[in-house]
């Protein structure tokens, strides 16, 4: 299967709103009055429809929190209920890390993750850095969790 990624269009808001909402459950630290809207359309951030060959939407990944000058941001990524488990989250990531240094020409993404999420093994499984780990940052159901912080430089730059 052929997955590319376009740029986000009106009709898949509500689906990047709802995949946003839901990773609040992995959210490093307990969200609280978790609003989606204001990442979606921060200025400084990019988000993408990762769509199969009929133009199946499949997931929405972005990087936002970008830092022009440092040429940086903070990678997201969501697949749809239906395209779950199935491996596609590592396959986004690597598609949205060729795009942000290929043609955002941006040099160091950051993936800040829940110890033991779903992204934290995806960050692993494409082999990004972990820079460091944040004690105890999240009481999640009557136990103490950590941040785990990744990134990854622009293999062109390092
Ligand atoms: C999290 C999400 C992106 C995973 O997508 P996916 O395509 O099902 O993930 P994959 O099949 O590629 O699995 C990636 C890894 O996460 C693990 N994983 C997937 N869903 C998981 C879950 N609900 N709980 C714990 N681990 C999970 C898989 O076992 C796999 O780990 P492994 O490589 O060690 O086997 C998807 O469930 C989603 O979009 N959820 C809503 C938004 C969200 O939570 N975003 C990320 C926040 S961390």
């Given at each position: 299967?052929?997955?590319?990624?376009?740029?986000?269009?009106?009709?898949?808001?509500q689906?990047?709103?709802?995949?946003?909402?839901?990773?609040?459950?992995?959210?490093?630290?307990?969200?609280?009055?978790?609003?989606?809207?204001?990442?979606?359309?921060?200025?400084?951030?990019?988000?993408?429809?990762?769509?199969?060959?009929?133009?199946?939407?499949?997931g929405?990944?972005?990087?936002?929190?970008?830092?022009?000058?440092?040429?940086?941001?903070?990678?997201?990524?969501?697949?749809?209920?239906?395209?779950?488990?199935?491996?596609?989250?590592?396959?986004?990531?690597?598609?949205?890390?060729?795009y942000c240094?290929?043609?955002?020409?941006?040099?160091?993404?950051?993936?800040?993750?829940?110890?033991?999420?779903?992204?934290?093994?995806?960050?692993?499984?494409?082999?990004?850095?972990?820079?460091?780990?944040?004690?105890?940052?999240?009481?999640?159901?009557?136990?103490?969790?950590?941040?785990?912080s990744?990134?990854?430089?622009?293999?062109?730059?390092?």
């Amino acid at each position: 299967m052929q997955i590319t990624l376009i740029p986000i269009r009106p009709e898949d808001i509500q689906t990047a709103s709802d995949l946003l909402f839901e990773a609040s459950e992995w959210a490093p630290r307990t969200p609280v009055n978790m609003d989606p809207v204001p990442i979606l359309f921060a200025q400084n951030s990019v988000w993408l429809t990762a769509v199969t060959e009929d133009k199946e939407v499949v997931g929405i990944v972005g990087v936002h929190g970008i830092s022009f000058p440092d040429r940086s941001g903070e990678l997201a990524c969501g697949v749809v209920p239906k395209w779950r488990t199935q491996g596609l989250a590592k396959t986004l990531a690597d598609l949205l890390h060729t795009y942000c240094f290929d043609t955002l020409n941006l040099h160091r993404l950051t993936s800040t993750c829940l110890q033991d999420s779903p992204m934290s093994k995806v960050a692993f499984a494409c082999n990004l850095v972990l820079e460091g780990r944040g004690c105890h940052s999240r009481f999640k159901n009557g136990e103490w969790l950590d941040t785990l912080s990744f990134a990854l430089l622009n293999p062109r730059e390092v």
